[in-house]
T-cell receptor, first 112, second 114 residues
Framework: DGGITQSPKYLFRKEGQNVTLSCEQN?????MYWYRQDPGQGLRLIYY???????QKGDIAEGYSVSREKKESFPLTVTSAQKNPTAFYLC???????????FGPGTRLTVL | DQQVKQNSPSLSVQEGRISILNCDYT??????FLWYKKYPAEGPTFLIS?????DKNEDGRFTVFLNKSAKHLSLHIVPSQPGDSAVYFC?????????????FGKGTKLSVIP
């Protein structure tokens, strides 16, 4: 089955701890994206990667870091520098010539 | 500065009637527009899209209309069904941007009342 996997579905962390969210895809898509969703805020782009070993900051990259060592994987680390990390995090992929992004099921991160 | 705006945070419609969701954009470089549907605690799913060379695209109960001069698009759902209750996001992309990115609106929560 082709798809995007984000694990875990729910994640709890204490304030001040770094946490890494997983995103894996077997769609053979080149580009991958991380968004966060807050109530009433829509989807805001954190980071994106068009190819392996390359990634770019999105609109709200502060306090986050990513890596893209494999085409299939694009993990997101939420660092202690992120002031308000509690949110719903979505991973997405894209491959030309399709015109839409495909989304994973999301991870709900709660920082206590 | 919001480049894609969905000014109605919520909309309630009776089952069987038409639902009209609106979206405005400010960036003239946008040339492709998409609608996504999202249920709580799930990822968005693609619903329908339209290129700027068209003014209408239809797929079953869903039709998207684009008015380029007004920088406005709308999603029509006819007839509305209770299963359509979800948050709908409007998104836009610019083909000349060098990388494929979507800019999303804040979403409209549609409630279809049985």
């Amino acid at each position: 089955d082709g798809g995007i996997t984000q694990s875990p579905k729910y994640l709890f962390r204490k304030e001040g701890q770094n946490v890494t969210l997983s995103c894996e895809q077997n769609l053979n898509h080149d580009a991958m994206y991380w968004y966060r969703q807050d109530p009433g805020q829509g989807l805001r782009l954190i980071y994106y990667s068009q190819i392996v070993n390359d990634f770019q900051k999105g609109d709200i990259a502060e306090g986050y870091s990513v890596s893209r060592e494999k085409k299939e994987s694009f993990p997101l680390t939420v660092t202690s520098a992120q002031k308000n990390p509690t949110a719903f995090y979505l991973c997405a992929t894209y491959r030309a010539p399709y015109n839409e992004q495909f989304f994973g099921p999301g991870t709900r991160l709660t920082v206590l | 500065d919001q480049q894609v705006k969905q000014n109605s945070p919520s909309l309630s419609v009776q089952e069987g009637r038409i639902s009209i969701l609106n979206c405005d954009y400010t960036n003239s470089m946008f040339d492709y527009f998409l609608w996504y549907k999202k249920y709580p605690a799930e990822g968005p799913t693609f619903l329908i899209s339209i290129s700027s060379i068209k003014d209408k695209n239809e797929d079953g109960r869903f039709t998207v209309f684009l008015n380029k001069s007004a920088k406005h698009l709308s999603l029509h759902i006819v007839p509305s069904q209770p299963g359509d209750s979800a948050v709908y996001f409007c998104a836009a992309s610019a083909s000349g941007a060098g990388s494929y990115q979507l800019t999303f609106g804040k979403g409209t929560k549609l409630s279809v009342i049985p």
